[in-house]
C-alpha cells in the first residue's frame, strides 16, 4: 500500500513545521503540500491529490470551516482532520457536521497525534480491503464496536479454548495500525497493553492461522529475534 498523502493548512510557519515533523514520525504517511490560507488550499487541495488533510481553523483569510465546506460543496474526496486552538463549543460541533473525523485542540502531545493518525490509517486500509461490507464488519472494523456479548462468547469458544477473542482483534487493531511494519512480540505486547508472554500465544495462533508472517533475524550472540507482521 502506498503511503496515505496529507496536505497541511497552517498559517503559523512553527505549527506547520511541527505537524512536519510528527508526520515524519509516523509510518505511512507523506506530506504532499501545504498552504497558508484558504484560497492558496482551494488551488493546491485537487493538484495535490491529498487523502487527508491537517487543517487550522484560524486563517488570515477566513476559517478552516469555510474550507471544509466548499470542499463538501465541490465533493472532493477527501478527509479532514481539525488542528486548532479555537476551543469553541460551536466550533467542535460544525466540524464534525461537514464531516471532520477528530478534532486536536493546540497544545497537544504528540501520542494524541499519533492516535488520531493511525486510527484514520486503519480506516483507511479496512475500507481498500473489501468491495461490499456487512454490519459486523463496520462494526468491528471501521467503528470499533464491540461484538454482541453473547455472540463473542461463542467466538471464543470457536478461537481457541484459553484464548480470547478480545484480545485476539486487540492484536489485530495494533499490528494494523503499524501496517507493513516488522514488529517484535515486546513492541506489540507494549502497544496492545499486554503481557509479553501473552502476545506471543496469540502470535503462534496468527502465524498457525496464516494471517502473521514471522521473520527471524540472527544477532552476533543468543537466541534469532522472532519480528512479527500481518499478512496482505
Not at 482551494?42 to 486563517?59: E, P, R, V, Y
Not at 484464548?163 to 514488529?183: A, F, G, R
Amino acid at each position: 500500500m502506498s503511503n496515505i498523502k496529507v496536505f497541511i493548512v497552517e498559517d503559523d510557519p512553527m505549527v506547520k513545521e511541527i505537524n512536519t515533523r510528527f508526520l515524519e514520525k509516523l509510518e505511512g504517511f507523506t506530506v504532499v503540500g501545504d498552504a497558508s490560507s484558504i484560497e492558496e488550499a482551494k488551488d493546491k487541495i485537487i493538484k495535490a491529490k491529498a487523502d487527508l488533510i491537517l487543517l487550522d481553523i484560524f486563517l488570515p483569510d477566513g476559517k478552516g470551516i469555510d474550507l471544509l465546506k466548499w470542499i463538501r460543496i465541490k465533493e472532493i474526496n477527501i478527509d479532514t482532520i481539525l488542528i486548532t486552538a479555537d476551543k469553541c463549543k460551536a466550533s467542535v460541533d460544525e466540524a464534525f457536521k461537514y464531516g471532520a473525523i477528530d478534532y486536536l485542540i493546540k497544545p497537544f502531545k504528540f501520542e494524541r497525534f499519533k492516535e488520531a493518525l493511525y486510527n484514520y490509517k486503519s480506516r483507511f486500509i479496512e475500507l481498500r480491503k473489501v468491495d461490499n461490507m456487512n454490519q459486523d464488519y463496520i462494526d468491528q472494523y471501521i467503528l470499533k464496536i464491540n461484538a454482541n456479548p453473547i455472540e463473542e462468547e461463542v467466538q471464543e469458544k470457536e478461537l481457541c479454548k484459553g484464548l480470547s477473542l478480545k484480545t485476539y482483534n486487540k492484536i489485530i487493531d495494533y499490528m494494523t495500525q503499524k501496517y507493513e511494519e516488522y514488529l517484535t512480540a515486546e513492541e506489540i505486547a507494549q502497544g496492545s497493553g499486554l503481557a509479553r508472554v501473552t502476545a506471543r500465544r496469540y502470535l503462534e495462533k496468527m502465524s498457525e492461522e496464516g494471517k502473521v508472517e514471522i521473520n527471524q533475524e540472527y544477532g552476533k550472540i543468543g537466541r534469532p529475534t522472532n519480528y512479527y507482521i500481518l499478512k496482505k
